[in-house]
Nanobody, 112 residues
Framework: QARLVESGGGLVHPGGSLRLSCEWSGIDFRAVNMRWYRQPPGKPRVMVAVVTPSGASTYADSVEGRFAISRDDSKNTVFLQMNDLRPEDTADYYC??????WGQGTLVIVSS
């Protein structure tokens, strides 16, 4: 059974950085697009970034130039490097595999 476990969330000041990780197990996702989503308090979940098996990436306009998604298939892990964080980046961040499998989320709070 597939399992995705996110980590790396926390409290950070505006302008700071965090690196989220999502480790998968149970199913081989090396040939699958991996995505990060986020859900701000009281708002819908939206996609933030996607990385293909070849490493190509696409970003939401709101994070373009500040966030970077990457994957290390040898470690069954996808990353989200988040720089220049803003209060509006505060959300639960979720890892998604193949549009079907979800992690439990990790909370990011950007506040002074």
């Amino acid at each position: 059974q597939a399992r995705l476990v996110e980590s790396g969330g926390g409290l950070v000041h505006p302008g700071g950085s965090l690196r989220l990780s999502c480790e998968w197990s149970g199913i081989d996702f090396r040939a699958v697009n991996m995505r990060w989503y986020r859900q701000p308090p009281g708002k819908p979940r939206v996609m933030v970034a996607v990385v293909t098996p070849s490493g190509a990436s696409t970003y939401a306009d709101s994070v373009e130039g500040r966030f970077a998604i990457s994957r290390d298939d040898s470690k069954n892990t996808v990353f989200l490097q988040m720089n220049d964080l803003r209060p509006e980046d505060t959300a639960d961040y979720y890892c998604n595999a193949g549009a079907q499998y979800w992690g439990q989320g990790t909370l990011v709070i950007v506040s002074s």
